[in-house]
């Protein structure tokens, strides 16, 4: 008996329960009381049954990934569960919360699973760039099939309790106090009498696998994959499961996730993994919060009616705000339009498509968002436009209601000082689409309150997304990088490189797309509009721009679209064009490299990271990494342009950016002194020592 583990004796049924708060991970100092306490309750005449159950909010949700790339203390995970095979009672989990990774591989070794009814069961390691390592890959597909198998272990997504019942993985789902009804099971189970067959035995789920479709399943998975190892090996290890016997299946698993836990990819999304929870946290964590029941937003065009959906799906009833019935009108049909999307792709039930649309109500009154705890306003990106709504905002909001601005790039500091409650006003840099995207900017302005900024950080959270607190400064943390990642960009076309060459250095690197398969997605003129307002100007985009070219919504942009293709083809008019700019300024084209591409935009990209944190307009280099593993695609196997860093040779880095400042003389080449520092000494602290 420990704290971690303890047991009672419930008439013959032992109930062991695991008590590792939060998420009862299995740290060492749980392995080694449960193993004690199996094999105790395995030589113990007294008990006819043993119930695994866990304390607190979830079922075990995983190993302890704090203790990855260390030494591994036995008994480890897999000895726990060849043990719990060898017992011949009944042994049954009870699994509330989510068992996950290591949790559920525990859950397999017990020859029976109950779930309370809102529980959810998964195998999500290949998130950390892993394969379950704990009999995972070998053991559910004997339950459950190894197509089904291989969908839960290469997309790494929990499927509830009900599902998992249909498809064999739960014995029994039940409703109200689970240990209670575990252990009735449990004890029924053994007054029935056995033989039980523990999981490596059965073999009910893989019945005659039909390979051919199998592996044509996973190479649809691996196409996806995009250069990421783990999900590739997850589809490996679970084809050994169907032809391989189990142990040789189990060791394959094993040395196939020996290497993935040592490998820079697996580092990489650890790394991000507690980066994204470590952003969440403010200094002075007992801030009190403001009270949010209803929230306001301002624009129902796309960014609004997306934000407005974004708390919606959250629970929160929303007062949408529009300059005309007309506009008002269109923009709640939009938002009808893409639940409706959802529930044609099943992803969404037409019960909760009622639901969330129950939550909007329309307005073109001011005075109707007074009842709101929270306004955010999505109007056009212009100081002045913004200034005259905060103006309004201050008139009749409720007193303590934060104010928020959507601005991607407008002086939040400039707009707080506006009106009569600076306090109140904060940053919600959302990204498109809002509902779906994952990452929330929120930008602490001069005088923005803690506890309104603590309420927003925990708001963010209870909608889904993936919040970093950041600074006033233009375009903030991501915006202001992806200026930095793209100030070559004209460059490095006129002196010879072509706009699919630099996207193809773009995705080999591991993005989902390049720079101008991105601006054609986008749209080319909203950075045209930007670079007017600020006097800037890009001789190749903008002469497209003037030519009518935004990208895809019009047919052509860097790239010529087929009706309705997604993907664009080379045109050789923009070739011509690019060489023509070229001519005119004297450049003869030459090759360029795929390494110089990535030097000349993603060098500047941690360069500019370096300077944000020097600035503290990012408060960690993880929180930085966040921002764009979660908002512009940075690849998740590299963990972040910040982690990247240290992955290539911050030394490399800064001796090439030098090279390119000598150069070229260019601003966006001029090494940060944190940067150096971090050449140095390996660590993007400011105050580090070598
Ligand atoms: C695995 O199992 C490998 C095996 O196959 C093979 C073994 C041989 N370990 O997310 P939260 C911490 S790989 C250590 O904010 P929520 C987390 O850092 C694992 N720590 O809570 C945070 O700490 P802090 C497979 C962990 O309610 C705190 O717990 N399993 C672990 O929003 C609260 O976390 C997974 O990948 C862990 N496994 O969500 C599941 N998990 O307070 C990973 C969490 O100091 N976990 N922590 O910031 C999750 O997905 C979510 O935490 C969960 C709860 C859904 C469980």
């Known amino acids: 008996m420990s704290n971690s583990v303890s047991v009672v004796n419930d008439n013959g049924v032992a109930i062991v329960t695991i008590d590792n708060p939060p998420v009862n991970a299995l740290s060492f100092h749980v392995r080694e009381p449960l193993m004690q306490a199996l094999v105790d309750l395995r030589d113990d005449a007294s008990v006819t049954a043993?119930?695994?159950?866990?304390?607190?909010?979830?079922?075990?949700?995983?190993?302890?990934?704090?203790?990855?790339?260390?030494?591994?203390?036995?008994?480890?995970?897999?000895?726990?569960?060849?043990?719990?095979?060898?017992?011949?009672?009944?042994?049954?989990?009870?699994?509330?919360?989510?068992?996950?990774?290591?949790?559920?591989?525990?859950?397999?070794?017990?020859?029976?699973?109950?779930?309370?009814?809102?529980?959810?069961?998964?195998?999500?390691?290949?998130?950390?760039?892993?394969?379950?390592?704990?009999?995972?890959?070998?053991?559910?597909?004997?339950?459950?099939?190894?197509?089904?198998?291989?969908?839960?272990?290469?997309?790494?997504?929990?499927?509830?309790?009900?599902?998992?019942?249909?498809?064999?993985?739960?014995?029994?789902?039940?409703?109200?106090?689970?240990?209670?009804?575990?252990?009735?099971?449990?004890?029924?189970?053994?007054?029935?009498?056995?033989?039980?067959?523990?999981?490596?035995?059965?073999?009910?789920?893989?019945?005659?696998?039909?390979?051919?479709?199998?592996?044509?399943?996973?190479?649809?998975?691996?196409?996806?994959?995009?250069?990421?190892?783990?999900?590739?090996?997850?589809?490996?290890?679970?084809?050994?499961?169907?032809?391989?016997?189990?142990?040789?299946?189990?060791?394959?698993?094993?040395?196939?996730?020996?290497?993935?836990?040592?490998?820079?990819?697996?580092?990489?999304?650890?790394?991000?993994f507690f980066a994204e929870r470590e952003a969440a946290k403010l200094p002075g964590k007992d801030t009190p919060k403001r009270r949010i029941t209803r929230v306001g937003v301002i624009g129902a065009g796309t960014m609004g009616g997306g934000i407005a959906m974004a708390f919606a799906n959250g629970g929160f009833p929303v007062t949408l705000l529009e300059t005309s019935v007309e506009a008002l009108q269109r923009g709640l049909g939009m938002i009808e339009k893409n639940y409706a999307v959802s529930v044609s792709r099943g992803s969404l039930a037409e019960d909760a498509k009622r639901q969330r649309l129950a939550q909007f109500k329309g307005s073109t009154d001011y005075a109707d968002l007074a009842e709101c705890d929270l306004i955010i306003e999505a109007v056009f990106e212009d100081m002045a436009v913004k200034k005259e709504v905060f103006g309004k905002l201050d008139a009749i909001a409720k007193p303590g209601a934060i104010l928020a601005t959507n601005t991607s790039y407008l002086d939040i500091n400039e707009i707080a000082g506006s009106i009569s409650r600076p306090q109140d006003v904060l940053g919600l840099h959302f990204f498109s689409p809002a509902n779906v995207m994952k990452l929330l900017e929120i930008v602490r302005a001069d005088k923005t309150a803690p506890d309104a900024l603590a309420t927003v950080v925990d708001l963010a959270r209870r909608i889904g997304k993936v919040a970093v607190v950041v600074g006033v400064c233009h375009g903030f943390v991501g915006n202001r990088m992806l200026a930095a990642r793209g100030s070559e960009s004209e460059a490095l076309l006129l002196e010879g490189a072509t706009p699919s060459q630099i996207d193809k250095a773009f995705t080999d690197f591991g993005w989902p797309m390049g720079p101008f398969q991105m601006g054609d997605l986008a749209g080319l003129d909203i950075g045209w509009r930007n670079r007017k307002a600020r006097g800037l100007t890009a001789v190749i985009a903008d002469t497209l721009c003037e030519q009518g070219r935004f990208g895809q919504k019009t047919g052509r942009g860097f790239y010529l679209y087929e009706a309705g293709a997604r993907a664009g083809v080379p045109d050789p008019e923009v070739e011509a064009l690019i060489r023509e700019k070229a001519a005119e300024r004297g450049i003869v084209p030459r090759a360029i490299s795929a390494d110089e591409i990535i030097e000349r935009t993603l060098y500047p990209l941690v360069n500019e990271g370096a300077k944000i944190l020097e600035e503290k307009i990012a408060a960690r280099a993880s929180d930085i990494d966040v921002v764009w593993a979660n908002g512009y695609g940075f690849p998740i196997g590299k963990g972040g342009p910040m982690f990247w860093a240290g992955l290539e040779g911050a030394s490399r880095i800064v001796e090439r950016l030098d090279h390119w400042h000598q150069r070229t003389g260019k601003q966006v080449f001029e090494v940060a002194p944190l940067l150096r520092q971090m050449a140095e000494t390996g660590s993007w602290e400011s105050d580090a020592t070598a």
Do not use: W, Y
């Open 50 to 272: 043993i119930v695994i159950a866990c304390a607190g909010r979830t079922f075990v949700a995983g190993a302890d990934i704090t203790e990855f790339g260390k030494p591994v203390q036995q008994p480890d995970l897999r000895a726990i569960v060849a043990m719990l095979e060898t017992i011949a009672k009944p042994t049954v989990a009870a699994i509330h919360g989510t068992a996950l990774g290591g949790g559920l591989e525990l859950a397999l070794g017990c020859h029976f699973r109950v779930a309370d009814i809102d529980a959810k069961l998964g195998l999500p390691e290949v998130k950390l760039g892993l394969l379950p390592g704990g009999g995972g890959t070998v053991r559910l597909p004997r339950l459950v099939g190894a197509v089904k198998a291989l969908k839960m272990i290469v997309s790494g997504s929990p499927v509830g309790a009900d599902e998992a019942h249909e498809a064999g993985l739960v014995d029994a789902v039940f409703e109200g106090d689970l240990v209670t009804h575990a252990t009735n099971f449990a004890g029924e189970i053994a007054r029935k009498g056995g033989p039980f067959t523990p999981v490596r035995d059965r073999n009910d789920g893989l019945g005659e696998t039909d390979l051919a479709a199998f592996d044509a399943e996973a190479a649809e998975l691996a196409k996806k994959a995009r250069g990421l190892e783990a999900p590739v090996a997850c589809a490996q290890a679970v084809r050994n499961a169907v032809t391989l016997p189990f142990d040789e299946a189990l060791a394959a698993e094993r040395a196939l996730f020996v290497k993935l836990v040592a490998s820079d990819q697996s580092r990489a999304q650890r790394h991000l």
